[in-house]
Protein backbone atom coordinates (compact mmCIF):
# COMPACT_ATOMS: atom_id res chain seq x y z
CA UNK A 1 0.00 0.00 0.00
CA UNK A 2 1.23 2.99 -1.31
CA UNK A 3 2.32 5.93 1.69
CA UNK A 4 -0.07 9.15 2.20
CA UNK A 5 0.71 12.13 -0.11
CA UNK A 6 2.80 15.02 1.56
CA UNK A 7 0.18 17.54 2.29
CA UNK A 8 2.71 20.73 1.71
CA UNK A 9 2.40 23.20 -0.64
CA UNK A 10 5.29 24.42 -2.79
CA UNK A 11 6.07 27.87 -2.86
CA UNK A 12 4.73 29.68 -5.92
CA UNK A 13 7.23 30.96 -8.40
CA UNK A 14 5.44 34.78 -8.08
CA UNK A 15 5.91 34.90 -4.56
CA UNK A 16 8.47 36.51 -2.18
CA UNK A 17 11.92 35.10 -2.14
CA UNK A 18 12.63 34.87 1.27
CA UNK A 19 9.20 33.43 2.26
CA UNK A 20 9.60 31.07 -0.87
CA UNK A 21 13.18 29.88 0.27
CA UNK A 22 11.95 29.19 3.87
CA UNK A 23 9.11 26.90 2.71
CA UNK A 24 10.77 24.85 -0.09
CA UNK A 25 13.28 24.12 2.93
CA UNK A 26 10.73 22.87 4.95
CA UNK A 27 9.69 20.98 2.71
CA UNK A 28 12.90 19.07 1.74
CA UNK A 29 13.52 18.90 5.68
CA UNK A 30 9.90 16.80 6.20
CA UNK A 31 10.62 14.70 2.97
CA UNK A 32 14.29 13.68 4.75
CA UNK A 33 12.59 12.76 7.75
CA UNK A 34 10.07 10.38 5.57
CA UNK A 35 13.04 8.56 3.94
CA UNK A 36 15.00 8.72 6.96
CA UNK A 37 11.89 6.79 8.54
CA UNK A 38 11.30 4.66 5.74
CA UNK A 39 15.22 3.72 5.71
CA UNK A 40 15.78 2.99 9.53
CA UNK A 41 12.70 0.77 9.53
CA UNK A 42 13.71 -1.17 6.62
CA UNK A 43 11.25 -0.35 4.35
CA UNK A 44 13.72 0.44 1.66
CA UNK A 45 16.14 -1.92 2.44
CA UNK A 46 19.91 -1.50 1.84
CA UNK A 47 21.62 -1.40 -1.47
CA UNK A 48 17.77 -0.32 -2.88
CA UNK A 49 17.29 2.05 -5.64
CA UNK A 50 15.54 5.24 -4.61
CA UNK A 51 13.25 5.93 -7.59
CA UNK A 52 13.21 9.70 -7.47
CA UNK A 53 10.14 10.00 -10.17
CA UNK A 54 8.30 7.71 -8.61
CA UNK A 55 8.43 8.93 -5.07
CA UNK A 56 8.36 12.33 -6.02
CA UNK A 57 4.88 11.41 -7.60
CA UNK A 58 4.48 9.43 -4.32
CA UNK A 59 4.60 12.38 -1.96
CA UNK A 60 2.90 14.65 -4.63
CA UNK A 61 5.92 16.93 -5.06
CA UNK A 62 8.65 17.93 -7.37
CA UNK A 63 12.27 16.33 -8.09
CA UNK A 64 14.02 19.66 -6.66
CA UNK A 65 13.04 19.07 -2.84
CA UNK A 66 13.54 14.92 -3.18
CA UNK A 67 17.13 15.97 -4.46
CA UNK A 68 17.91 18.30 -1.82
CA UNK A 69 16.18 15.59 0.74
CA UNK A 70 18.75 12.93 -0.75
CA UNK A 71 21.73 15.34 -0.23
CA UNK A 72 20.97 15.33 3.65
CA UNK A 73 20.56 11.70 3.92
CA UNK A 74 23.94 11.21 1.81
CA UNK A 75 25.65 13.48 4.49
CA UNK A 76 24.31 11.12 7.38
CA UNK A 77 25.68 8.33 5.51
CA UNK A 78 21.98 6.56 4.93
CA UNK A 79 22.20 7.02 1.29
CA UNK A 80 25.17 6.59 -1.35
CA UNK A 81 25.02 8.85 -4.16
CA UNK A 82 26.69 7.14 -7.68
CA UNK A 83 27.27 8.73 -10.86
CA UNK A 84 25.09 8.70 -13.82
CA UNK A 85 22.98 5.90 -11.79
CA UNK A 86 21.27 7.96 -8.65
CA UNK A 87 20.72 7.40 -4.66
CA UNK A 88 20.82 4.23 -3.13
CA UNK A 89 19.86 3.11 0.52
CA UNK A 90 23.51 2.55 1.88
CA UNK A 91 24.79 -1.42 2.25
CA UNK A 92 26.91 -2.02 5.68
CA UNK A 93 29.73 -3.77 4.89
CA UNK A 94 31.83 -6.09 7.58
CA UNK A 95 34.35 -3.34 7.80
CA UNK A 96 31.41 -0.85 8.42
CA UNK A 97 30.32 -2.25 11.52
CA UNK A 98 33.91 -2.84 12.46
CA UNK A 99 34.72 0.65 11.85
CA UNK A 100 31.30 2.20 13.51
CA UNK A 101 31.50 -0.27 16.85
CA UNK A 102 36.02 1.07 17.04
CA UNK A 103 34.35 4.72 17.07
CA UNK A 104 31.30 4.49 19.30
CA UNK A 105 33.46 2.46 22.15
CA UNK A 106 36.25 5.79 21.30
CA UNK A 107 33.71 8.12 21.69
CA UNK A 108 31.17 6.32 24.70
CA UNK A 109 34.02 5.13 26.54
CA UNK A 110 35.46 8.98 26.75
CA UNK A 111 31.78 10.19 27.83
CA UNK A 112 31.29 7.52 30.69
CA UNK A 113 34.85 8.82 32.45
CA UNK A 114 33.65 12.21 32.18
CA UNK A 115 29.61 11.57 33.51
CA UNK A 116 31.48 9.45 36.29
CA UNK A 117 33.89 12.10 37.18
CA UNK A 118 31.70 15.18 36.74
CA UNK A 119 27.80 14.28 37.03
CA UNK A 120 25.50 15.47 39.59
CA UNK A 121 24.05 13.13 41.70
CA UNK A 122 20.61 13.84 40.34
CA UNK A 123 21.90 13.02 37.21
CA UNK A 124 23.28 9.86 38.02
CA UNK A 125 19.78 9.03 39.65
CA UNK A 126 18.34 10.41 35.70
CA UNK A 127 20.48 7.28 34.35
CA UNK A 128 19.44 4.76 37.16
CA UNK A 129 16.19 5.76 36.05
CA UNK A 130 17.09 4.92 32.34
CA UNK A 131 18.56 1.61 33.43
CA UNK A 132 15.48 0.84 35.00
CA UNK A 133 13.55 1.38 31.76
CA UNK A 134 16.14 -1.19 30.24
CA UNK A 135 15.21 -4.14 33.13
CA UNK A 136 11.61 -3.48 32.08
CA UNK A 137 11.93 -4.20 29.07
CA UNK A 138 13.95 -7.05 28.18
CA UNK A 139 10.29 -9.01 26.94
CA UNK A 140 9.87 -6.53 24.30
CA UNK A 141 12.87 -6.42 22.05
CA UNK A 142 11.18 -2.83 20.37
CA UNK A 143 11.33 -1.51 23.48
CA UNK A 144 14.67 -2.73 24.74
CA UNK A 145 16.17 -1.17 21.73
CA UNK A 146 14.36 2.21 21.99
CA UNK A 147 15.30 2.48 26.03
CA UNK A 148 19.20 1.30 24.83
CA UNK A 149 19.63 3.97 22.46
CA UNK A 150 17.97 6.59 24.84
CA UNK A 151 20.56 5.50 28.08
CA UNK A 152 23.15 5.50 25.46
CA UNK A 153 22.34 9.55 24.31
CA UNK A 154 21.67 10.75 28.02
CA UNK A 155 25.21 9.63 28.70
CA UNK A 156 26.13 11.06 25.64
CA UNK A 157 24.56 14.73 26.63
CA UNK A 158 25.46 14.63 30.18
CA UNK A 159 29.51 14.37 29.34
CA UNK A 160 28.50 17.99 27.48
CA UNK A 161 29.88 17.65 23.88
CA UNK A 162 27.35 18.44 21.49
CA UNK A 163 30.02 17.70 18.37
CA UNK A 164 30.90 13.95 20.37
CA UNK A 165 26.97 13.96 20.92
CA UNK A 166 26.45 14.82 17.16
CA UNK A 167 28.79 11.90 15.60
CA UNK A 168 27.45 9.55 18.10
CA UNK A 169 23.82 10.13 16.73
CA UNK A 170 25.16 9.58 13.07
CA UNK A 171 27.15 6.43 13.63
CA UNK A 172 23.81 5.08 15.56
CA UNK A 173 21.95 5.63 12.59
CA UNK A 174 24.20 3.71 10.09
CA UNK A 175 23.95 0.53 12.77
CA UNK A 176 20.48 0.92 12.25
CA UNK A 177 21.25 -0.68 8.69
CA UNK A 178 22.91 -3.22 9.59
CA UNK A 179 20.60 -6.00 9.14
CA UNK A 180 22.74 -8.29 11.75
CA UNK A 181 22.27 -5.96 14.45
CA UNK A 182 23.90 -7.20 17.45
CA UNK A 183 20.40 -7.27 19.76
CA UNK A 184 18.91 -9.53 16.57
CA UNK A 185 21.25 -12.35 18.18
CA UNK A 186 19.95 -15.16 20.81
CA UNK A 187 20.53 -14.26 24.42
CA UNK A 188 22.62 -10.86 23.65
CA UNK A 189 19.56 -8.81 24.81
CA UNK A 190 20.30 -10.74 28.08
CA UNK A 191 23.85 -9.99 28.13
CA UNK A 192 23.75 -6.62 26.98
CA UNK A 193 21.94 -5.96 30.22
CA UNK A 194 24.19 -7.69 32.38
CA UNK A 195 26.81 -5.48 30.80
CA UNK A 196 24.69 -2.38 31.75
CA UNK A 197 24.36 -3.18 35.13
CA UNK A 198 28.01 -3.15 35.66
CA UNK A 199 27.90 0.27 33.49
CA UNK A 200 25.90 1.88 36.13
CA UNK A 201 27.35 0.62 38.84
CA UNK A 202 30.96 2.02 37.62
CA UNK A 203 28.80 5.32 37.10
CA UNK A 204 27.17 4.98 40.46
CA UNK A 205 30.75 4.40 42.29
CA UNK A 206 32.11 7.43 40.52
CA UNK A 207 34.58 5.14 39.25
CA UNK A 208 35.74 6.50 36.28
CA UNK A 209 38.52 4.06 34.72
CA UNK A 210 36.09 1.46 34.87
CA UNK A 211 33.30 3.19 33.32
CA UNK A 212 35.74 3.39 30.74
CA UNK A 213 36.91 0.10 30.48
CA UNK A 214 33.47 -1.36 30.77
CA UNK A 215 31.74 0.79 27.97
CA UNK A 216 34.77 -0.44 25.82
CA UNK A 217 33.81 -4.10 26.37
CA UNK A 218 30.06 -3.45 25.86
CA UNK A 219 30.84 -2.36 22.20
CA UNK A 220 33.51 -4.46 21.81
CA UNK A 221 30.74 -7.83 22.63
CA UNK A 222 27.98 -5.88 20.47
CA UNK A 223 30.66 -5.84 17.03
CA UNK A 224 30.96 -9.98 17.59
CA UNK A 225 27.17 -9.80 18.06
CA UNK A 226 26.86 -7.31 14.76
CA UNK A 227 29.55 -9.12 12.29
CA UNK A 228 28.25 -10.24 9.23
CA UNK A 229 27.89 -14.36 8.25
Known amino acids: MSEPRLHVAEPAPSGPARPGRMADSALYERVAER ?9 LSPGSWIDEQAFAAQYGISRTPLREALKVLAAEGLVTMKLRRGAYVTEVTERDVAEVYHLLALLESD ?6 RNATDAQIAELQGMHEELERSLDDRDRFFAANERFHMLLLDMADSRWRSQLVADLRKLMKLNRHHSLFKQGRLEASLHEHRAIMAALTARDASAAQTLIQQHFANGKVAASID
Open 111 to 116: AAMAVA
Open 35 to 43: LRSAILAHT
